[in-house]
């Protein structure tokens, strides 16, 4: 086992340090993408690049401040409230009525695209799709950015899952470059972020815990693929934003999580373990974070030493872990999870699932910068909780 440094939580981190030397509050000086060449930007730490997005683009997990998941969690709440009322259904589905939003999912997708898609019908958005690059004029030779630029046209937001790491970062810096800037979401881009994932599973924790003081102090286990798997590059760094957490990494050590997440944890202050033993975490984790093995990415057979077995959890382990301990998983799953526990209350993965949609709703609606009326609307209104 390998310890993390450990150590306080620092607010100082939500500061960044421009090629200028000087030092901006990520928060109170947003950056525009249009001030730097694409050069100096691919150069810039993930703390410092969230600058340049912050309140337009949701690109990466680093870009989020713990006020905003907070605020982000509270909204969502909102909205799942008032849309259980017909008359607040019929006011949020007026809220983005003006506007529209492209589906562009590069790679295969069921809960992302579906709850996306869910989240803007809400609001009132009307949606496009490409969910298929050969329906689309790249089957011609176009390029990706001018394919992008091509939806920007026709829409006001654009929702993309790519399978290189990075790329919607490109089209968003890109964008910036022309007249027409719309908000790009990241659904997922290759191995690397999923940000929007990573908010439905902080929504999820923040639910599950609200009545044992909430996600700070907790402890979080991740299992299976953490070396491929997106979802646990974004959710590992948004927790550093919450105190006092200890975040265990369970895999075989061929598909361990990244050393540059290890270093941004060191950074962070906040304590880890990296381990093969799932048995002696089990019975300490509040939360158990489970993963598929994501073979698709593998180079050399990274996932065939794999014994599946060892990060599996099944009816067998539910009197190990505490009554209180909440099991997820982004989704798919193969052999993981056993449906047998499915039923169990600590097993939340498909409440999961739907939190996604309002968090996705609360999203948008900030990225539009509409959420006010949300607030004042629920203040006003007799909601069914
Ligand atoms: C994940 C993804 O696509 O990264 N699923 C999801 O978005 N809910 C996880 C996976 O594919 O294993």
């Not at 690109?59 to 409230?81: H, N, S, V, Y």
């Not at 941004?264 to 598929?292: C, H, Q, W």
């Not at 996932?303 to 009197?319: L, Q």
């Amino acid at each position: 086992m390998g310890y993390g440094k450990g150590g306080l939580y620092d607010p100082s981190r939500y500061y960044c340090t421009l090629h200028s030397g000087k030092r901006v509050k990520i928060m109170a000086e947003p950056k525009h993408l249009s001030e730097i060449s694409w050069n100096d930007f691919k150069k810039l730490s993930l703390a410092e690049k969230g600058c340049f997005f912050h309140g337009k683009h949701t690109l990466i997990a680093q870009q989020f401040t713990r006020d905003e998941l907070d605020a982000l969690c509270a909204l969502a709440t909102r909205i799942k409230r008032i849309n259980k009322r017909r008359d607040g259904a019929n006011f949020l589905k007026g809220l983005l009525r003006d506007k529209r939003a492209m589906l562009y999912f590069a790679q295969p997708s069921s809960r992302t695209y579906l709850s996306h898609n869910a989240a803007c019908q809400i609001l009132g958005l009307d949606t496009m799709d490409v969910r298929d690059t050969k329906t689309s004029s790249e089957v011609k030779g176009e390029t990706p950015e001018d394919t992008i630029r091509t939806f920007s046209s026709y829409v006001d937001m654009i929702i993309m899952r790519h399978p290189v790491g990075g790329f919607a970062e490109r089209v968003a810096w890109m964008m910036s470059h022309t007249k027409r800037e719309i908000p790009i979401l990241n659904a997922g881009s290759g191995a690397d972020q999923h940000p929007t994932q990573a908010l439905l599973d902080i929504y999820t924790l923040q639910r599950s815990f609200e009545k044992i003081g909430g996600i700070d102090g907790k402890h979080v286990a991740f299992v299976g693929d953490l070396a491929r798997g997106r979802t646990v590059r974004s959710l590992a760094w948004m927790l550093t934003l919450f105190k006092d957490m200890t975040l265990y990494f369970i895999a075989p050590e061929s598909l361990q999580i990244g050393q540059d997440i290890l270093d941004l944890l060191d950074e962070a202050g906040t304590k880890y373990v990296v381990s093969e033993d799932f048995a002696a975490v089990m019975p300490v984790a509040d939360a158990i974070y489970m993963t598929r093995i994501q073979d698709e990415w593998d180079v050399e057979g990274e996932s065939s030493t794999t014994n599946a077995a060892d990060y599996h959890i099944g009816a067998e382990h539910m009197d190990i872990i505490k009554d209180t301990t909440v099991i997820l998983h982004p989704l798919p799953r193969r052999q993981e999870i056993s449906t047998e526990i499915d039923n169990d209350p600590r097993a939340v993965y498909w409440r999961q699932m739907r939190n996604g949609m309002w968090i996705r709703a609360a999203l948008i609606l900030k990225t539009f910068g509409r959420d006010d009326e949300v607030n004042t609307y629920y203040d006003d209104y007799k909601p069914v909780s």
